[in-house]
């Protein structure tokens, strides 16, 4: 989700997520000496909290969502989950509007997100981003209806409400076709990626907006209604947004790192079939 990461939408899927146990909140010499690796450089207030807490808005599958027993889950949720597995703390997930996770970490409501962010420029002044993957923006249109994102002046596209896509994609291609003297792109915004990639399903919009791993998972739940567009561009970093200067940025860097050596971090993308997304390397404000 850019400024947000909502896109070309397709259908949606769920799939339930196992949750990860942590450690206690001793606040003991001695549980502070056991820990080792990335838990050994969580901060002393988090680590005698017992507690990593997550702002998030389940609304794009399959990075995070409700499934249909109404439980949190997807890709982004168990990376979460697996994160503060590796630092011996209990993940909480307190559910807001997307808008509000970046504030909300500022203020210190939340320890961090955990929401599909694009790292950019714009997010740094506000938040530090630990990277963990990278993906673009790709487009979806009606299965036999070719659409092209470059050539795309006069169709009406939806995307989710509050994401880079509807505030800042959308916006400059439409500004392109109207300084070049060409009709406006319409921006159709939807509350979730569900309605905006229906929206194209039932013809109330020509194309979907939203970033490559909800649009091609929206695609393949499509039964064959929806057809990936163009090609897939605008390529971030997704980020974990953290407090500027907070030293939770060392341990967050150091877990991940574990979890691609050990095999776990391309298991859960490969689980979910995102694995296309995958990095190498964990960066900070990479984006």
Do not use: H
Request: charged share 15%.
């Amino acid at each position: 989700m850019a400024i947000g990461t909502r896109g070309l939408g397709l259908a949606t899927a769920l799939i339930v997520l196992a949750s990860l146990s942590a450690c206690g909140s001793g606040t003991s010499a001695s549980s502070t000496s056991s820990a080792s690796g990335a838990a050994a450089l969580v901060p002393e207030d988090v680590r005698a909290s017992g507690v990593l807490t997550f702002g998030v808005e389940p609304l794009g599958s399959p990075n995070e969502f409700l499934d249909a027993q109404g439980n949190l889950v997807g890709w982004d949720i168990e990376i979460a989950q697996a994160i503060a597995a590796k630092l011996n703390l209990k993940p909480e997930f307190e559910q807001t509007r997307f808008i509000d996770v970046i504030p909300g970490v500022v203020s210190g409501k939340y320890d961090l997100g955990v929401n599909s962010f694009f790292d950019t420029k714009e997010r740094q002044t506000q938040v530090d981003m630990v990277d963990y993957y990278r993906a673009g923006i790709q487009w979806a249109s009606r299965a036999g209806i070719s659409v092209d994102p470059n050539n795309a002046c006069g169709l009406t596209v939806a995307a989710q409400t509050d994401t880079y896509q509807a505030l800042v994609d959308l916006p400059a291609k439409s500004k392109a076709c109207t300084d070049a003297g060409k009709p406006a792109i319409g921006v159709i915004e939807f509350v979730t990626q569900e309605e905006a990639a229906a929206a194209v399903v039932s013809g109330s919009a020509d194309a979907y907006s939203c970033d490559l791993p909800i649009t091609a998972y929206a695609v393949a739940q499509s039964n064959g209604k929806l057809q990936l567009a163009g090609d897939v561009y605008s390529i971030f970093f997704y980020g974990l947004p953290i407090p500027k200067g907070s030293p939770l940025a060392a341990p967050l860097k150091a877990a991940l790192e574990e979890m691609i050596a050990d095999g776990t971090y391309i298991a859960i993308l490969k689980k979910w079939n995102v694995e296309a997304g995958a990095v190498s390397e964990i960066s900070v404000n990479g984006g």
